[in-house]
């Protein structure tokens, strides 16, 4: 009958409010949780356990004794353990803050007695670890309970809504009824989301437990105002009561409690419409996402949150916690706690402080003669068995359960797995719990993600209804704690490959900046010299010129700064791209960082603002470079004729170059072997960032040597002495230069063989997704690079450009234009080529823009063997199916180096 009664009226009430509330909701109830119908809807599975909740809802809630000594770990919610903030020896009272929270996800903690720190040490801690954590020991000063409170906000409306955050941040509230959130993030989700409904969870399906049921019967007044404080914060259209129908004087209580604050003139009308609805009882109709879709038909999504959907959910103790926070300034200090079970002679609910041994609260309940066969903190589905009574209450401590062996007996053996698929009709969360479980058996743990591990409620359902007592929640637990641990490494793994590539941008922007700072003052000094040596170069012109009419020899134009502005301009430029890469790797980590909540933002975002510094100073010095190279230019004065570098020097240039590429290959040795010791975790990576700092020292030793070489063989010329005709020295020249052009001709058509062999392999591997991409893209590059470089020697090598020397008219001066580059080449390998400024920025283009497109053709290729992959898996079966997420894993790898190639050379792109 009272349930008959509790159903009537709970329907009258609703049609009210449905006559006096309808306008403010403009959904419909199977898309909107703010219905007035009250249509209850249903999710798939769910079991009915025996509820036992008898035991200890019949006496009333009461107030447990001060402890003498409390233990209160640091670490009693979700996220960053708490900062310790007193010292042994020191005097707290209650509510005074002990440890403060350490970043965006974390709680402070208060002292819950009057007393003196008599440690801070690591404790055992009730967890279903078993393990030690750090924990403050206070023990109790006599009988006084001095407390600390904040401002009490009776006012509390005409508070500001950042200033009631505050206060709850400060409170240290927290949810008591699942993992410990913290009440003060889920006040802010309004900043993200969109929320239209807030449900208070008082389902409570749990077998055994009561608390939430004597806290709506004891406080239901404190319940409403805090429901009114939490909506004052996210601004929902309505507020829902979910209670299951095996609760009807809670029910009846909060309704009465809800008339009497609509019918109180001396308040404001509420801004939501506030209701109670009655859910049918079954387990778990408590789980959240379980919840939201009886009230609203709402399913929360794979990974996801209540708010992406539009609703907030709390817990009735979290709600009181911050009603006594906010409206009498008290911390959470304490909470309400069931105990329970056939152990116990006097089950009850009592209100005890935070830290309290559990031994102490079993007292007051009456333990059996007989013994505690188990201790169970928690319920029996869903909680986790005690070693100890020794151990402290915390803010997530629900239920304290102490059965005998005929209640609770011993888990059976477990047995093989029938596949009879009770446990996937029972599961709540709609998963596969068999898969889960083979994949879990097996460390697939990949596997598990794939089948949606992470929704996983540990409700227990499929292990209770397994016939072959299988402790299945166990097996899913170990995945995730397993899963949880390799997201950890590989975090570490990505914020010191982060840390490591910064700092390599950062060794090669200074480098590059030495390196320019040198070539300038040398540019300079050439300058300076040439100024000072431009009379007696005029001199020297002149009197060629007076001379000109009798002998006639070739002239070549005195050396410029051109090649050196070109090479500062390319050293700015690689600065200016380098710098660019960092700038987006340092956005890239900061916002993935921000994204999960994981991480030093702070230091992320500093290391951000350093790189755009950098990057907008390298820009203004290559600006004033470039600016700098359009406006000098530089006194040409006519030389004295001088023949070309001779062939001795093509041994010891040949010995030079070699020795540069055997370095070259050193340096990319080292570099890769430290890349995959960073990527892998594994390795002496000290060790081999010295062996790869001491091969680029090489390859910077190799490289001055050469161009010291090279510089040697260009300004060491042999006078050669004025004669009627310079034909004699002609044919002498011409077995050299021929010996010369064959051996480059050569040498290019070689490095072509090798730019095809190295296309086609990177086509193959793109589009078989097989192979190293990025070795096979470093490859085609170096090709290239080769190509070019022999086809410029080889044009250097041919004077006009056809191999045969011009003829000379006797008696011409061959005279070039001040300021024009020398167009003349030098019959040797070994020779350095020297061209204009504007050709080598055109050649340097358009090989940028090939290998532009070359990479963007591959970046393609690699999508599209990636998506052919991906559908070959979906399609497979269960013996090929091992194979072919292999080769999925390595074209997804494949792809993602190939779009940081493309990445790359647009920023060069970019830059050029």
Known sequence: MVLSLLKSMVTSSSARGKGRNGAMSGTSGADSGCDASHKVFDFNGGIHPPERK????????????????????????????????????????????IARAQGMISAPVHASITGVVTAIEKRQIPHVSGLEDLCIVITREGESDEWVKMDAWRDWREQDGQDLIQRLQDSGVVGQGGAGFPAAVKARVRERHAIDTLIMNA?????????????MRTHPESLIEGLEILAS????????????????????????????????????????????????????SGGEKQLIKLLTNREVPSRGLPADVGVVVHNPGTVRAVQRAVCFGEPMISRVITLTGEALGHPHNVEARLGTEISDLLRLAAPSPAGI??????GPMMGFTLQSDALPIIKTTNCLLAVSEEALPAPAVEQPCIRCGMCEQACPADLLPQQLYWFSKAREFDKAELYNLADCIECGACAYVCPSQIP???????????????????RKSERARHRFEFKQARLAREDAEKDAKRKQRAQAAQQSAAARAKPSATTTSEATTTSATTTSAPTTSAPTAAPDAMTDLKALKTARAAANIAVKKAEKALKLAQENGEGDIAALE???????????????????????????????????????????????????????KTARAAVKKAEKALKLAQESGEGDLAALEVAANAARETLTHAEATLKS????????????????????????????????????????????????????????????????????????????????????????????????MPERIPGQRSEAPQGAEPTGGRGSMASNVTLSQAEIETARAENLAKRHKQVTIGVKAAEMAYHKAEAALTSADDESRARLETKLDRTRRNLEHARESLAEVQALVDAQ
Request: charged share 20%; proline share 8%.
């Open 54 to 97: 008898a035991l200890s809802n019949r006496t009333p809630l009461v107030a447990a004794p001060l402890p003498s000594e409390v233990v209160l770990p640091l670490n009693q919610h979700i996220g960053a353990p708490a900062q310790p903030l007193v010292v042994v020896g020191q005097r707290v009272r209650t509510g005074e803050l």
């Open 203 to 215: 389902a409570e399906c749990e077998p055994y437990i009561t608390a939430d049921d004597l806290t």
């Open 233 to 284: 914060l996210i601004g929902p259209e309505c507020i829902l009561i979910g209670i299951e129908d095996n609760k009807p004087e809670a029910a009846i209580t909060l309704e009465q409690a809800i008339r009497a604050r609509k019918a109180d003139t001396r308040l404001p009308a509420l801004d939501a419409r506030l209701e109670v609805v009655v859910v049918p009882t079954k387990y778990p």
């Open 373 to 378: 066969a188990r201790l169970i903190m928690g």
């Open 472 to 490: 299945l929640v166990q097996y899913y637990r170990f995945a995730k704690g397993e899963i949880r641990s390799a997201q950890h490494e590989a």
């Open 606 to 660: 500093a290391a951000a603002n350093a790189a755009r510094e950098t990057l907008t100073r390298a820009e203004a010095t290559l600006k004033s470079a470039s600016e700098a190279a359009d406006t000098s230019v530089t006194p040409v004065a006519a030389a004295p004729s001088v023949a070309s570098a001779t062939p001795a020097a093509s041994p010891t240039a040949s010995a030079n170059l070699k020795a540069l």
């Open 709 to 804: 070489a090279s510089e040697a063989a260009d300004t060491s010329v042999t006078p050669v002495a004025a004669a009627p005709s310079v034909a004699p020295a002609t044919p002498a020249a011409s077995p050299t230069a021929s010996a010369d052009l064959k051996a480059l001709k050569t040498a290019r058509a070689a490095a072509n063989i090798a730019v095809k062999k190295a296309e086609k392999a990177l086509a193959r591997a793109s589009e078989s997704g097989e192979g190293d991409i990025e070795d096979l893209q470093t490859l085609l590059a170096t090709a290239q690079e080769n190509m070019r470089a022999a086809e410029v020697r080889l044009t250097s090598a041919q004077p006009d450009g056809g191999g045969q």
